[in-house]
């Protein structure tokens, strides 16, 4: 089934380490996003690529990195300078080539607490 | 810059009755589309509806609906006839044709008592 998967569903960080999260798409969609959701909160933009090889940050960028090697495949790269990296981390996709009438699919999210 | 704005924290609305969640946007792009996800305790996000700036007539989907009102810059999503799994966060968002950014609000927590 096409889809969006996100790993691991849950991840525990020492303070100091980096670490990547994983999400995988085949749905052949052009763009690809990252969210951070803190609780009873909104999901704020991370960064966000729009193409292969091309990615823009989003409104919370600091802190994070992210690569675009594959059209599958947007790994999100939480580092050290995260002062406050425990969140919920969402994936989406959509295809923007199709005109704006095309909703974004989310994965099931990356749990990430650092202990 | 886009801008989402949800000013409802959380929404009481009995089984069976209607229930309206505001959402206002900014944009200065004169072609946009505005999305509402739903999002329960699971944590998943389920893409209710959507509306396009240039639609004449509001977005409707089964029991949900868009109450789109471009001057107003506002694009309420109206809930009849609510049931207990309606219970959940609800978001509402933006995309601009210029940048493609998805950007959403802060959500309404909505509780559907029996």
């Known amino acids: 089934d096409g889809g969006i998967t996100q790993s691991p569903k849950y991840l525990f960080r020492k303070e100091g380490q980096n670490v990547t999260l994983s999400c995988e798409q085949n749905l052949n969609h052009d763009a690809m996003y990252w969210y951070r959701q803190d609780p009873g909160q909104g999901l704020r933009l991370i960064y966000y690529s729009q193409i292969v090889n091309d990615f823009q940050k989003g409104d919370i960028a600091e802190g994070y990195s992210v690569s675009r090697e594959k059209k599958e495949s947007f790994p999100l790269t939480v580092t050290s300078a995260q002062k406050n990296p425990t969140a919920f981390y969402l994936c989406?996709?959509?295809?923007?080539?199709?005109?704006?009438?095309?909703?974004?699919?989310f994965g099931q999210g990356t749990r990430l607490t650092v202990v | 810059a886009q801008k989402i704005t949800q000013t409802q924290p959380g929404m009481f609305v009995q089984e069976k009755e209607a229930v309206t969640l505001d959402c206002t946007y900014d944009?200065?792009?004169?072609?946009?589309?505005l999305f509402w996800y739903k999002q329960p305790s699971s944590g998943e996000m389920i893409f209710l509806i959507y509306?396009?700036?240039?639609?004449?007539q509001n977005a409707t989907e089964g029991r949900y609906s868009l109450n789109f009102q471009k001057a107003r810059k506002s694009a309420n999503l109206v809930i009849s006839a609510s049931q207990l799994g309606d219970s959940a966060m609800y978001f509402c968002?933006?995309?601009?044709?210029?940048?493609?950014?998805?950007?959403f609000g802060t959500g309404t927590r909505l509780l559907v008592s029996p």
């Open positions: 968002a933006m995309r601009e044709e210029s940048f493609q950014k998805l950007v």
């Open positions: 989406a996709s959509s295809t923007p080539d199709r005109g704006l009438n095309t909703e974004a699919f």
């Open positions: 944009t200065s792009d004169p072609s946009y589309g």
């Open positions: 509306q396009g700036s240039y639609d004449q």
